[in-house]
């Protein structure tokens, strides 16, 4: 068996951090990935649904916001839940098991700090040579 999701895209909107009554934090966020162009025709992304927990979804919440570049590893997966209007819905969404910062950003708090990539690091330029590839504000829609 295999399941296994890997995937690099913008986050749609800030990552909204929340906390179980056992306080464990949980991540959910979508990310727009592109979809490779055919001739002739319009940029079009696909937006994916992710969920992280614990240490992970701290970290996003510290280091990211809506626009961050990010890659995503985990695995595909499908739920149910029962909506505030009572009918049964499906879900279906990536759980991330590692996220990789692609971006250089500060960190959110008082303690502005700079994740960089070391310099023999294999990924260090994969977000420019990819870059023009992903969404921008102009295709984006919203």
Do not use: H
């Not at 056992?22 to 490779?36: E, T, Y």
């Not at 870059?131 to 829609?141: A, F, Q, R, S």
């Amino acid at each position: 068996m295999f399941n296994n999701v890997m995937l690099i895209g913008r986050i749609t909107k800030d990552i909204e951090l929340r906390y179980t009554q056992s306080n464990k934090a949980c991540a959910s966020f979508s990310i727009a990935v592109n979809r490779p162009y055919k001739n002739g025709e319009e940029r079009q992304a696909d937006f994916i649904n992710i969920v992280a927990w614990g240490n992970l979804a701290e970290n996003l919440n510290k280091y990211t916001s809506k626009g961050s570049l990010v890659g995503v590893e985990g695995r595909l997966q499908t739920r149910t839940y029962e909506a505030t209007d009572g009918k049964k819905r499906a879900i279906t969404e990536v759980l991330a098991s590692k996220i990789q910062f692609l971006d250089k950003k500060e960190e959110k708090s008082d303690n502005s700090q700079i994740i960089v990539c070391k310099e023999n690091d294999p990924f260090k330029d994969m977000g420019e040579k990819i870059e023009n590839d992903l969404p921008t504000e102009e295709t984006l829609p919203w």
